[in-house]
């Protein structure tokens, strides 16, 4: 499975961006879909995801100000950032999953990576 990410830029603080990342197929039906980011210097963190299913989890850093969604007849999913800080100033990487786990958040358990999209935000 090949994942594209798409929708980086550069925004004032307090802007918008929609992040979308499209697979080039559907993996197995208990698969999810999300995003991490890794800004300089850091780890790379869990952002949210969502199941084939409809669950959804958020990072605490997140919620409220990030939406995931998705549209299963594209193999896409997005990630609506509003309220957007310069701490979520960072490289945001799509990925998926063939199987279950009972997480969302475990980079470990995702197969597919996308190449990464970048997200500056000013203060």
């Known amino acids: 499975v090949q994942l594209q990410a798409f929708g980086g830029g550069l925004v004032q603080a307090g802007g918008s961006l929609r992040l979308s990342c499209t697979a080039s197929?559907?993996?197995?039906?208990?698969?999810?879909m999300g995003w991490f980011r890794q800004a300089p210097g850091k780890e790379r963190e869990f952002v949210s995801a969502?199941?084939?299913?409809?669950?959804?989890t958020y990072a605490d850093s997140v919620k409220g100000r990030f939406t995931i969604s998705r549209d299963n007849a594209k193999n896409t999913v997005y990630l609506q950032m509003n309220g957007l800080k310069p701490e979520d100033t960072a490289v945001y990487y799509c990925?998926?999953?063939?199987?279950?786990?009972?997480?969302?958040?475990?980079?470990?358990?995702?197969?597919?990576w996308g190449q990464g999209t970048e997200v500056t935000v000013s203060s």
């Open positions: 990925a998926a999953r063939d199987s279950y786990s009972p997480t969302l958040s475990d980079a470990n358990d995702y197969h597919y």
């Open positions: 197929r559907r993996t197995a039906s208990n698969n999810a």
């Open positions: 969502r199941r084939w299913s409809g669950g959804t």
